[in-house]
C-alpha cells in the first residue's frame, strides 16, 4: 500500500509499519529513521495547530513519542528472529547511534514521555 507525504505527516506512526528486516539492515534503518524523525517534526507543526488547546497538544506530542519510544526500544533491543527458528539467542541486540539519538531528542523535546515509559 502507497501513503502519500501528506497522509504520513498527519501520521507519521504509519512509518513503523515497515517490514521488520528494516530495522536488520543497517542502511535501511538509518533511512527510516531520517524520514521518521522528519514526519515527527512536521507532525509537531499540525498537532498543535489543530489541537483546541496548546496543552492538549503537547500531551498528544508526548503520549505519540512514548509510543515511538517503545517502538524503537523494541526495535533495537529485540533478539527475536521472525523465521522458522523461532528465537536466536546468540544474536546480541543492535545498538544504533541514530535509533539512540532520535530517542534522546523525543524524550528530551516533551516532558512527560519517561513517565509514560
Given amino acids: 500500500r502507497a501513503y502519500t507525504y501528506t497522509l504520513l505527516c498527519k501520521d507519521p506512526l504509519l512509518l513503523l509499519k515497515c ?17 521518521l524523525r522528519r514526519l515527527l517534526d512536521a507532525n509537531d507543526y499540525i498537532t498543535l ?3 483546541p488547546t496548546d496543552d492538549i497538544g503537547y500531551q498528544l506530542l508526548a503520549a505519540r513519542n512514548a509510543l515511538v519510544t517503545r517502538c524503537l526500544i523494541l526495535a533495537g533491543s529485540s533478539n527475536f528472529q521472525f523465521d522458522s527458528d523461532g528465537i536466536n539467542k546468540n544474536e546480541v541486540p543492535t545498538r544504533c547511534p541514530m535509533t539512540i ?8 523535546s ?8
Fill in 110 to 117: 516533551h516532558r512527560g514521555v519517561v513517565a509514560m515509559l
Fill in 101 to 108: 539519538s532520535l530517542i534522546r531528542s523525543m524524550i528530551s
Fill in 19 to 35: 517490514h521488520l528486516c528494516v530495522w536488520k539492515c543497517n542502511g535501511l534503518r538509518r533511512i527510516v529513521l531520517s524520514v
Fill in 49 to 51: 495547530d489543530e489541537a
